[in-house]
């Protein structure tokens, strides 16, 4: 198969995103650094001037450029970064920087306060610990003195934890200490790169830095990805053409400090690299970078090794990790194979114990964790909606327990606001904040992010403490579940309604009214009689030309549930009476209006009303709509089971 033209399709070719490094001396020495240049005069000469810095960034803007991640080296070494960061960060949409912080000072920490993702650099607990990772006396004082001032400044900042084999086992104390300087902090990429100019020095030490392969998976998690063995099957690498798929997929782009451009941070054969000062950024990203699909292949070393393996869907290797380490295009890289083989095994250990089917309303929830999902974390209205596989119609939400930096990145545009929800829409993804009801200002109180069409969700939480007690009522670990719910149906021709929902000589009864207790009153006349789906939330969904009720696990009074459906025969609103009677309701627009009183409605959809009124109108239309009359008797039964023969 050649390339992928589904995203190819869909989005314009434009560079979005850019990657620029400032320069690559730094007055650290890390022991794992891949990229550090001597600190030299001749090494600044080669750098770029801040003149053809604002050149390429402004021809990168008029493409659609509107992201930058600045980086080194230490970009702060350079005496023009302040105008440089304030110049590339001025109009762009969103940034990151990342930095040690031994360079950052009052001044610059009142300039960093502008909204983006700063990353500063942490390697040890301690001075001893951190001092001796970077091999230079001060570094780690120089850096607490750098965070001091970006709190002094009230600027936010994300602070990047670095594992490796000098400081991983006090791995917890940095991680304890970073959580004292920042809310957000992230752990830094757990396998090193050998050094972009060879050094057998160099990287001799860089290996001996590396993490085994189990450190590197649990800091890593492989969490299985949708269709990744489709994906490493239909890799254009068997045709030869190592990077022909990524070239046409990426719109990003990079430039290292010498003005030498690529479509990757990791391109470093210089063949592939475009020497932005005999050319133009418009040149590089429409005609060098494109011609690369073709020109760079991979032969037998390929084929008989990575292109042939069994482990390609758990592998991390890239072409240009072949290249980096060998200095050959295509080349294994052995030290990935290993980490590959555990990622398989943790794959399979993921897949029993870390991932739950649920079914509703003909399809599938497939609900994951970052922890293990016991017998006891969900309380037992599950069990009965368990699945041992998926349908055909799968949605999938996986659980996380420390929540993302919100605050300085850009969520997009605000489509919802009432308490406790905040709902931003982004280009193909919507993120949802639940935010304290006390109106304190401390941040979400959960985040949640879901793709475009909310078949796929991400779930962030502060802690794993009601996890870990078990007994949940809700999968996605909020207050319910139907937010969800209502706004996976609004599309799907269907709808999900505070009511009791019971199946009686097979045929499905909505019984909907104000008054919850009402309906766990009929609920409970029925339940010797006929199968009760739930007294709380029922789902009413077309499938196959008609109209099916559906259980749900939301129930009231009354725990007993079911995932059973039928067709759905009638819709029945409640009133108590002193009589026991049934009356067919003429008034069509009534019943709609009374049924979509009851419907759980979808948040911060667009026109969120028109897809639920729909199905609500032709509900109304193709199936009768009853006042059910009812005393305490249960003589109302008798009726409803002619309703049903």
Excluded at 66 to 83: Q, T, V, Y
Excluded at 298 to 323: K, M, P, S, T
Excluded at 392 to 421: C, K, M, S
Excluded at 550 to 562: D, K, L, R, T
Aim: glycine share 8%; proline share 5%.
């Amino acid at each position: 198969m050649a390339v992928d033209r589904t995203l190819a399709d869909v989005l314009p070719r434009l560079p979005l995103s850019g990657n620029l490094d400032l320069t690559y001396r730094c007055n650290n020495n890390c022991r794992h650094c891949w990229l550090r240049a001597p600190n030299r005069p001749s090494e600044v000469k080669r750098e770029l001037t801040f003149g053809e810095i604002r050149c390429i960034v402004d021809e990168a803007r008029a493409l659609g450029c509107g992201e930058w991640l600045i980086s080194g080296g230490e970009p702060m070494l350079r005496p023009d970064f302040a105008d440089i960061f304030d110049y590339v960060t001025r109009t762009c949409r969103s940034y990151s920087l990342n930095t040690n912080g031994t360079l950052i000072t009052p001044v610059l920490a009142q300039l960093l306060r502008r909204r983006g993702n700063k990353m500063v650099a942490l390697y040890g607990p301690n001075a001893a610990i951190h001092d001796h990772v970077t091999r230079t006396p001060g570094s780690f004082e120089a850096t607490m003195r750098g965070f001091r001032y970006l709190q002094e400044a009230g600027c936010g900042f994300c602070v990047q934890v670095i594992p490796m084999r000098a400081n991983y086992d006090h791995l917890d104390a940095m991680k304890s200490l970073a959580r004292t300087l920042s809310r957000n902090i992230r752990i830094g990429a757990p396998w090193l790169y050998l050094t972009a100019c060879g050094s057998v020095r160099r990287n001799a030490e860089i290996s001996r830095q590396r993490l085994g392969p189990k450190d590197v998976v649990a800091l890593d998690l492989p969490i299985p990805m949708d269709g990744e063995q489709l994906r490493a099957d239909a890799d254009d690498r068997h045709e030869g053409r190592p990077y022909a798929q990524c070239i046409a997929l990426r719109r990003e782009f990079h430039i290292d400090p010498y003005g030498g451009m690529s479509f990757c941070s990791y391109v470093k054969d210089p063949e592939m690299r475009y020497d932005l000062r005999s050319g133009s950024f418009r040149e590089c990203w429409e005609t060098f970078i494109p011609s690369l699909a073709n020109r760079i292949r991979v032969g037998e070393e390929y084929r008989e090794n990575c292109g042939a393996c069994q482990l390609r869907a758990d592998c991390r290797w890239c072409d240009v990790y072949g290249y980096i380490e060998h200095r050959r295009h295509g080349a294994k890289v052995e030290y990935l194979c290993s980490v590959a083989r555990e990622a398989r095994v943790f794959k399979q250990n993921w897949k029993q114990n870390h991932r739950r089917y649920y079914g509703f309303a003909g399809m599938t929830l497939r609900v994951e964790s970052e922890l293990p999902i016991a017998e006891t974390t969900f309380g037992p209205e599950f069990e009965v909606f368990r699945q041992q596989q998926p349908s055909q119609e799968e949605i999938a939400i996986r659980h996380h327990f420390q929540l993302p930096d919100t605050e300085h990145h850009d969520l997009g545009r605000p489509v919802y606001r009432r308490a406790p929800w905040t709902i931003y829409r982004r280009a193909s993804s919507w993120v949802y904040l639940v935010m304290p009801r006390d109106g304190s200002d401390q941040g979400p109180d959960s985040v949640v992010v879901f793709n475009d069409d909310h078949s796929r969700g991400e779930f962030y939480h502060p802690n794993d403490h009601a996890y870990r007690r078990g007994n949940l009522h809700s999968l996605t670990l909020l207050a319910g579940d139907q937010v969800l719910l209502a706004r996976l149906l609004l599309h799907r021709q269907g709808f999900i309604a505070h009511s009791a929902g019971a199946i009686l000589n097979g045929h499905g009864l909505l019984f909907v009214g104000r008054s919850a207790a009402d309906r766990s009153t009929v609920a409970r006349m029925l339940s010797d009689r006929a199968e009760l789906l739930c007294d709380g939330l029922n789902i009413v969904r077309r499938v196959g030309g008609r109209f099916r009720i559906f259980g749900a696990w939301v129930h009231g009074e009354i725990p007993s549930v079911s995932a059973a459906s039928a067709p759905l025969r009638a819709v029945l609103f409640l009133r108590r009476s002193s009589q026991n009677r049934l009356t067919l309701m003429s008034d069509s627009a009534e019943a709609q209006g009374r049924l979509l009183g009851s419907c759980v409605r979808a948040l911060g959809a667009p026109g969120r009303l028109e897809p639920t009124l729909s199905v609500v109108a032709q509900v109304a239309r193709e199936l009768p709509v009853f006042e059910l009359e009812f005393d305490k008797s249960g003589r109302i039964v008798e009726q409803l089971k002619q309703l049903t023969q």
